[in-house]
């Protein structure tokens, strides 16, 4: 059997194995990936997010958040989006690039439904999230359904690299290019 690094469908079929496999831990809770949007004066805004689902067949994954967050109001501005994902146990890093489509809580009765008690508490901060305010602790959670968001990401780029003493690669994968890969110089 042939090392998943030596071939192009190999490397991405990895990459898909790690975004479909939510049970692994990676640097912190399964699926933690860093989000970056951009910001109201144009510069990169990060944050870390828990990754709910991702299919391969529709090139799409999905993460949750709160509707009254300053990433949802920018996502509205500038749909564009990116995510790293960095499996350490593998040395992986899965660069992700799409657009994001902002589904509410109104549309999304299941996920509600399905979500432990809780963390519904993340969905419903008063005031807004990154409100100032005058003290750390000076904030409610009001879990609320229609403060929960869905960040529903269509994939137009995988760029995977692997870290290796000996060889590291990469390849980057386009929609347009019907994922077949391109080997690029890491």
Not at 94 to 102: F, K, Q, S
Not at 128 to 140: L, R
Not at 172 to 179: K, M, S, V
């Amino acid at each position: 059997m042939a090392d998943w690094r030596s071939t192009l469908d190999g490397v991405l079929n990895k990459a898909w194995c790690e975004l479909e496999d939510f049970q692994s831990p990676r640097s912190g809770p399964p699926g933690l990936a860093t989000l970056a949007t951009t910001g109201p004066d144009g510069a990169p805004e990060l944050r870390s997010v828990v990754l709910r689902s991702a299919s391969r067949a529709s090139a799409v994954v999905e993460t949750l958040t709160d509707a009254a967050t300053p990433k949802v109001a920018q996502l509205r501005l500038a749909p564009q989006i990116g995510l790293l994902v960095w499996c350490p146990e593998l040395l992986l890093q899965i660069r992700l690039r799409g657009e994001a489509t902002v589904i509410t809580g109104k549309d999304l009765p299941d996920e509600w439904a399905a979500l432990p008690k809780e963390a519904r508490q993340n969905y419903g901060v008063t005031p807004d999230p990154g409100t100032p305010i005058a003290a750390s602790d000076a904030y409610q959670r009001v879990p609320e359904r229609n403060r929960l968001a869905c960040l529903r990401v269509t994939l137009r780029q995988i760029d995977v690299v692997h870290l290796d003493p000996k060889h590291d690669i990469r390849a980057l994968y386009t929609r347009a290019d019907a994922w077949r890969g391109q080997w690029l110089a890491p």
